[in-house]
């Protein structure tokens, strides 16, 4: 019985980490694109995209939106395992670090080698540089602190 009970436990970590991966994925990719609308920064979602698109498609709203679309299905992946790693931690903290780590991960160490921007993001521009980092930050901050809130709860559930 105690393993019945365990099991629907962890599948409602992963409900929630969906559902939270999900949501975080589209409204911070959605903010973006609106950021790159409005000029704030050179790089929409469709940076996730770019080497698959010709370079004039890559600026549509077509890339745009299945950047949004890839992004969202990346966010679910990174909610699933910060539920495993560091939902047991109440602090906000840990999700601003994960933000800086998902920035760094996605503009230094992989984007050599997916090629994402031509050039490196300090060189783009500081408007770019900066609303990009505070784009990865709060969308770290969403997803880490919405977790940890649900799951280290000290209070029984109803």
Known sequence: M???????QQFEKMKKALVVGAV??????????????????????????????????????????????????LSIGFALLYVYLFSKYYTPWIGIASGVVLFALFFYALNPLFQWTKKPLHQIGMNTFSTTLSLFLLYGLFVGFSLSAEFSSKEPKM
């Open 2 to 8: 105690a393993a019945k009970a365990r099991m629907e």
């Open 24 to 73: 975080g994925g589209l409204f911070w990719s959605l903010l973006g694109y609106a950021f790159y609308s409005m000029n704030f920064t050179k790089l929409g979602p469709a940076v996730v995209v770019s080497p698959f698109f010709v370079s004039k498609a890559a600026d549509k709203p077509l890339a745009q939106f299945t950047g949004m679309a890839v992004i969202t299905a």
